[in-house]
Each structure stands twice: as structure tokens, then as C-alpha cells.
């Protein structure tokens, strides 16, 4: 079975095959000219955006995410922002350090919503999967993108998510919880 994710981004679509490796699923890029505007107010509702917008452009049962990391001393900064926090990869993981320098509460969370829609558009399935952590003091690590190399994950022995296997981090991180959740909802539901 084949559904459309809703991303531009090679590296997630590549993450969520990986994960769903033996579900008998494959996920696919949406066709050209998708570029949603997402003007959510949560992920939960940028996750539809993207969703709907790549099921018009496919006609096809269409999976999307949106995700973000959450500090709690920032109150929830760079959260739906955290894409577009800074220019670069290395300017946002800079900018938030230089924000965290001063707090001594680093906790944080990586938040990931996903929402399946049928051939039709209509919902079929709303999940949100989390990981716990803290903001390190310095970036470690050279796997995985976006804030992972300075994401520790809690319980993970003073780890970050950059210095983990891609299998690792596909275990217990916030997309891979979510995208198990949706998959089990398919197998319940004979979706598969």
C-alpha cells in the first residue's frame, strides 16, 4: 500500500520508510507544486494543513507530520517555530543556545503530530508522540537533523539524538511514536 507523506524533506520521508520498514506500507512524496501555507496554531493543525493539501494534490490516503522542539524556560519556544527559528541549521541550534545560557532549567520535548486522511480527505487518524530531554550546553554528534545534536534524551546516558544510530533514535523519538501509534491504527482498523 502507498501513501503520500506530506513533506518536501527527502530525510523524513526516508526516517518514516525506515520506521515502518515491514508494515507493508510505502510512503511516497506528494507531486509537485506542494507547498502548503501552514498558518496552524498548533501541530496538530499544521499537520492537517499539510495532509489535506497533499490528498488534493494526490487523491491518495495522505500522512503528514509537524513537529517542533519545545523548551519549557522559553515557554514552549521555538515550538511551531522552530523550522523557521533562524536562517540555518547551525544558526537556530546557535541561537538557542545562546538563549539557554543563562537558564539552569534545560528541560525540553520534541512534539510530533500526524494526521492520516482517507482518498476522500476525511480524517481517519489524529496522533501526537513525544521525547522527553533537556537542552545540552554544547552541540555533540553528527547523525540525525535539525536540533538533535543538542537535544540529551532522557534515560539515554547523556546521549544526544545526533550521537545515536539512526535505529536508536528511530525507537524512541517523537516522529517514530507517532508513526507507530498510526500504523497500529491501520493494522486495528484492516487499513493494511
Not at 10 to 27: A, D, T, V, W, Y
Not at 82 to 95: D, F, N, P, V, W
Not at 128 to 151: L, N, S
Amino acid at each position: 500500500m502507498e501513501i503520500v507523506f506530506a513533506t518536501a524533506n527527502p530525510h523524513k520521508l526516508e526516517e518514516i520508510n525506515e520506521i515502518s520498514k515491514g508494515s507493508g506500507i510505502k510512503f511516497i512524496l506528494p507531486p509537485a507544486g506542494f507547498n502548503p501555507i501552514e498558518n496552524g496554531a498548533t501541530f496538530e493543525e499544521n499537520s492537517l494543513i499539510k495532509a489535506k493539501a497533499a490528498n488534493k494534490l494526490s487523491g491518495k490516503m495522505s500522512l503528514a507530520d509537524d513537529s517542533g522542539l519545545c523548551v519549557e524556560s522559553l515557554n514552549g519556544a521555538p515550538g511551531l517555530y522552530s523550522a523557521r527559528y533562524a536562517g540555518t541549521q547551525a544558526e537556530k541550534i546557535s541561537k538557542l543556545l545562546e538563549e539557554m545560557k543563562d537558564k539552569t532549567n534545560r528541560k525540553a520535548k520534541f512534539v510530533c503530530s500526524m494526521t492520516l486522511l482517507d482518498e476522500s480527505g476525511n480524517i481517519l487518524c489524529v496522533k501526537t508522540g513525544e521525547c522527553h530531554g533537556e537542552i545540552a550546553h554544547k552541540a555533540a554528534g553528527c547523525g540525525g537533523f535539525g536540533y538533535d545534536p543538542i537535544f540529551l534524551v532522557e534515560g539515554a546516558g547523556g546521549k544526544t539524538m545526533a550521537e545515536m544510530t539512526e535505529h536508536e533514535k528511530n525507537e524512541i523519538s517523537h516522529r517514530g511514536r507517532a508513526l507507530r501509534m498510526i500504523l497500529e491504527f491501520l493494522s486495528k482498523n484492516n487499513a493494511l
